[in-house]
């Protein structure tokens, strides 16, 4: 079992760059495959990004590709989104989440088993 905690939130304006920590707890993170997901009010959590259990493999959600990177240090059982040139409509409250069972980062929520309690990313126009 893992529990995720996610930081790095904040009210920045359009244009201006943020990175968030999604820290976890257990001695085998690197098991995990894990991705990030976004909620804005009144809109269901969508994919951002993933990222698999060494790093080798990222996905990324078209709404993002190029602007937000992804990427994990497993010694210090850490995942990054470093996320660039914001948006207003990169407005949201950011979830990382994990699972164990699938070497291959997936996009859907369904395979992922722990979530953490989100950190909330506003961008001003």
């Known amino acids: 079992q893992v529990q995720l905690v996610e930081s790095g939130g904040g009210l920045v304006q359009a244009g201006d760059s943020l990175r968030l920590s999604c820290a976890a707890s257990?001695?085998?993170?690197?098991?995990?495959?894990v991705g990030w997901f976004r909620q804005a009010p009144g809109k269901e959590r969508q994919f951002v990004a993933a990222?698999?259990?060494?790093?080798?493999?990222?996905r990324y959600a078209d709404s993002v590709k190029g602007r937000f990177t992804i990427s994990r240090d497993n010694a210090k059982n850490t995942v990054y989104l470093e996320m660039n040139s914001l948006k207003p409509e990169d407005t949201a409250v950011y979830y990382c989440?994990?699972?164990?069972?699938?070497?291959?980062?997936?996009?859907?929520?369904?395979?992922?088993?722990?979530w953490g309690q989100g950190t909330q990313v506003t961008v001003s126009s």
């Open positions: 989440a994990a699972e164990r069972d699938n070497p291959y980062p997936s996009t859907r929520r369904n395979p992922y088993d722990y």
């Open positions: 257990g001695r085998t993170f690197g098991s995990y495959t």
């Open positions: 990222i698999s259990r060494s790093g080798g493999m990222t």
